[in-house]
């Protein structure tokens, strides 16, 4: 029975492959013969809960039968000892160890265990959308790094397309961009986690922001376009330059991403000619990626693997120490045939899924967590390299804290296979908001059906005039009513929960369910005014009193958006740099402003029209 009882108590993110539970509890340890990230992460996460740990040290042994990353942790009335054959196999020992305490009778113990573990994939690496709105402080920059490599991922990608503040070519950069001084100690810091940096820096298409500035234009595809042409040496010369400061900024790192997604438009405008002498779209394509390949040397370039995809030559003339990375983002019995097509060249290869947050108030798990757990289990089967988590911000108002649950998702499938991915919603809450509260599963499983319940992307959905016919039909079909229970439970739950970790992402919860629930009642809204102005046109008697009401809906509809207005912004400055925050709290006090003008018009139309004639002109003519 003691034994059950510590296992139950054992709820670990990642699942651990073997724990084999003890008949005691034993003292939580002092930290200090851990490394310095180690400690820090345990501090952090013990301070927040209030674990009390011991003067009792932790034993380190050294082992090399364990495999590299792997560990094994004991627990028993002697204390507490690490074995491991490498520093990271210690780290991700303690990361365990973080999660192990358990308060018993007023005091925090460990449950006896010895726990055996060790990775499915060697790398497993999050790639974070720096680039497309949201650009992380370096505050939270540091914290998402931190947080990674407490759920044992070990490299960290950050996406970037004209976000780098380069000294010699600043223009097409944020003003509040990511310096050379900021990426070094990006690099440096990450490494105290032992998590790699990883630069991705997109190299070919994806480069309007560049393009768009005129002393760039004529590299571009189409006027002040999307692609970088290959013919354009002042095009070329650009990429040399900001490439090698990046490089000299990071120092050594393993891999260095290149990006070359989508060149959809290479042989088309500026490019046409220039592809058509030298062999065609695939042999520009390789030579593109030759031509990178030595500008990121001795790093071994990275590429996303649509070129490839769509011909396979390509892989006859790139280099073969490339690592291609393999992303597909779709819910589909198999992705095989996708990873034996990279294999089948001889190269290494990372499998990318994605979070599906992008244009979503919330990720859509319904289709992100099967996209995961089966495109990485293959790739475990098929011994791909590792694991490369994607999240992207393609509507630029998407918030990172949004994205918890799917990327730490990935990184258990990544570590412990199909077997880890299936205990997460039961462990999550515990592991990652310090609390056994199981109405976090559920609050994180209701978000994330959300989007199944209606028509496209819910921020379009949610940004969309309810009043216009087209929108009004997309919406027909969604039961309103069931929508906005679902989330209301979700927000009622999340009002009264107190999680000791993570507040923040448990405050983007709350904000997506109240975002939700405004997204149903802007239907509901445009239903009720309807209905309201009809019966003003029929019964007379009773027409003032229809058009204060819909005059107070559209008052409602302000209010709400100037609800969520600050919310939103509390959300993204705990994240983000403030540069696209205005742009879309602009939304919010512009759809504010269209229900103020449709209140006032109800209005004119009431004293204006109904009180002089005592007839109503058509809604439509009133509320454009």
């Known amino acids: 029975m003691l034994g059950a009882i510590a296992l139950a108590a054992i709820a670990v993110v990642p699942r651990p492959a073997s724990i084999v539970p003890g008949l005691c509890t034993a003292a939580v340890p002092a930290v200090s013969a851990l490394d310095a990230g180690a400690r820090e992460e345990l501090e952090e996460r013990w301070h927040a809960l209030g674990v009390v740990s011991s003067r009792q040290p932790i ?144 190299t070919f298409a994806h480069m309007h922001n560049t393009l768009r500035v005129e002393q760039y234009a004529s590299a571009a595809d189409f006027p002040h376009g999307y692609l970088i042409s290959p013919a354009s040496s002042l095009g070329q010369a650009y990429l040399a330059r900001i490439i090698s400061q990046e490089r000299a900024a990071v120092g050594s790192v393993p891999f260095f991403h290149i990006g070359s997604d989508e060149t959809a438009t290479l042989g088309e405008g500026t490019t046409a000619a220039y592809v058509a002498q030298h062999g065609g779209r695939s042999a520009v394509y390789a030579a593109h990626v030759r031509a990178m390949a030595k500008l990121v040397a001795p790093s071994r370039v990275m590429l996303w693997d649509d070129g490839i995809e769509n011909d396979p030559s390509i892989m006859k003339s790139i280099p073969k120490n490339a690592v291609i990375v393999n992303w597909h983002y779709d819910s589909r019995p198999s992705y095989r045939r996708f990873i034996d097509l990279i294999a089948s060249g001889g190269f290494d290869q990372m499998v990318a899924p994605g979070a599906n947050n992008w244009n979503e108030i919330f990720p859509d798990l319904k289709t992100a967590l099967p996209n995961e757990r089966r495109f990485i289990t293959e790739g475990i089967a098929s011994h791909v390299l590792g694991l490369f988590q994607t999240v992207w911000h393609d509507d630029g108002e998407t918030l990172y804290e949004a994205t918890w649950y799917p990327v730490i998702y990935a990184a258990a499938t990544a570590w412990g296979g199909g077997a880890a991915a299936d205990a997460v919603s039961a462990d999550f809450p515990r592991a990652f908001f310090g609390v056994d509260d199981p109405g976090f599963s559920s609050d994180i499983a209701t978000l994330g059906a959300m989007d199944a319940r209606m028509p496209g992307p819910s921020d379009k959905r949610f940004w969309a005039d309810p009043f216009n016919a087209y ?154």
């Not at 003003?175 to 440096?188: F, N, R, S, W, Y």
């Not at 742009?583 to 269209?594: F, G, P, T």
Request: aromatic fraction near 10%; proline fraction near 6%; charge should be neutral.
């Open 59 to 202: 034993r380190i042994v050294k082992d090399a039968s364990i495999a590299p990353q792997g560990y094994r942790l004991r627990v028993d009335a002697s204390g507490t000892s690490i074995a491991a054959s490498d520093a990271d196999g210690v780290f991700y020992a303690a990361m365990t160890l973080a999660q192990l305490p358990q308060r018993a009778n007023g005091a925090w113990r460990l449950p006896c265990a010895t726990i055996t573990d060790a990775p499915h994939m060697r790398w497993r690496v999050l790639s974070d959308d720096v680039s497309r709105g949201p650009l992380p402080t370096m505050r939270y920059f540091k914290e998402r790094i931190r947080t990674i490599a407490a759920f044992k991922m070990n490299g960290y990608s950050p996406y970037m397309e004209h976000v780098f503040l380069s000294p010699t070519d600043p223009l097409p950069a944020p003003l509040d961009g990511i310096t050379p001084a900021q990426l070094h100690e990006l690099k440096v810091y990450a490494a105290r986690f032992h998590v790699t940096f990883i630069p991705e820096q997109q």
């Open 471 to 624: 929108d009004a039909s997309r919406m027909a079909g969604v039961h309103l009513a069931s929508l906005r229970l679902a989330a209301e439970r979700v927000e009622t739950h999340l009002l009264h929960a107190h999680p000791l970790l993570h507040q923040n992402a448990a405050g983007v919860m709350l904000l997506a369910a109240r975002r939700y629930d405004a997204l149903g009642r802007r239907y509901q809204i445009a239903r009720e005014v309807k209905t309201y102005y009809d019966d003003a046109k029929i019964h007379p008697a009773d027409a003032e009193r229809d058009l204060f009401w819909c005059k107070y809906l559209f008052w409602e509809q302000r209010d709400t958006d100037e609800m969520l207005a600050p919310l939103y912004a509390h959300a993204w400055r705990y994240e983000s740099r403030d540069g696209h925050l205005a742009s879309n709290l602009e939304r919010y006090h512009l759809d504010a402003q269209r229900a103020i003008e449709r209140a006032d018009a109800i209005d004119r139309v009431t004293y204006e029209d109904y009180e002089r004639t005592k007839t109503l002109p058509p809604l439509a003519s009133v509320i454009r």
